[in-house]
Nanobody, 123 residues
Framework: LQLVESGGGLVQPGGSLRLSCAAS????????IGWFRQAPGKAREGISC????????NYAESVKGRFTISRDNAKNTVYLQMTSLKPEDTAVYYC?????????????????WGQGTQVTVSS
């Protein structure tokens, strides 16, 4: 399984970005895809995930109401729409996938990871 993120960049506070995660390879065994982020000097944080079958979503409190995760199963792509961005959202954002929605969306862990994309929120 390969996961490729795109859509990161520099945005002003209050702005929006949409990240994409394209999955290829052994996608038939993946039942949950999520987004994590890691800021310099901080631990990795799970922020959002979606079940590829039920569409059920989960969000960290830090992004709830501002970020929206969605999926396009036909394209094997998951999106993260980020709005009302704050400087503290600055981080490398990683896409992750796992056969277990519980492992990813509750335990915030996964066995497949993308390479990450940088998001910088600054004026």
């Amino acid at each position: 399984l390969q996961l490729v993120e795109s859509g990161g960049g520099l945005v002003q506070p209050g702005g929006s970005l949409r990240l994409s995660c394209a999955a290829s390879g052994s996608t038939q065994d993946i039942y949950a895809i999520g987004w994590f982020r890691q800021a310099p000097g901080k631990a990795r944080e799970g922020i959002s995930c979606i079940s590829t079958t039920s569409g059920h979503t989960n969000y960290a409190e830090s992004v709830k109401g501002r970020f929206t995760i969605s999926r396009d199963n036909a394209k094997n792509t998951v999106y993260l729409q980020m709005t009302s961005l704050k400087p503290e959202d600055t981080a490398v954002y990683y896409c992750a996938a796992d056969p277990s929605p519980f492992r990813l969306c509750v335990n915030w862990n996964a066995n497949s990871w993308g390479q990450g994309t940088q998001v910088t929120v600054s004026s």
